[in-house]
């Protein structure tokens, strides 16, 4: 069969697109214990013990530290837990979220 005499034929193209990815970003207080930090850090994010610490300190002497990127639910509900943990101690400690640019 003659591919000239027949329709044109049409041509699907796919792309894949990765979701966005969302910073979360922990913020630096005057109350929290450095040591709380580092644990949660560990618990919420899978730190080890020198990436936690190494995170901690760095909010501590410039306010704030990007912790982690992930798709946009897994950052809200990782910074949401996260916070919680500080607020269940009674601690300010706060973790939010923004887009990466
Ligand atoms: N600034 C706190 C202190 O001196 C420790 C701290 C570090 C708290 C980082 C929050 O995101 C934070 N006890």
Redesign the pocket.
Same mark, same amino acid.
């Given at each position: 069969m003659s591919r000239t005499l027949e329709s044109p034929r049409t041509v699907v193209q796919t792309t894949t697109k990765r979701p966005p990815l969302y910073k979360v970003i922990? =913020?630096? /207080? /005057?109350?929290?214990?450095?040591d709380f930090?580092v644990g949660v850090l560990k618990a919420v994010f899978r730190m080890s013990e020198e990436q936690a610490y190494a995170v901690?300190?760095t909010?501590?002497r410039r306010d704030a530290?990007v912790v982690a990127v992930f798709a946009r639910d897994v950052a809200e509900t990782k910074a949401t837990e996260a916070t919680d943990l500080g607020k269940q101690a009674g601690y300010p =400690?706060f973790f939010t979220t923004e887009p990466e640019t």
């Open positions: 922990l =913020l630096n /207080d /005057d109350y929290t214990p450095r930090v901690m300190i909010a501590h530290c =400690l």
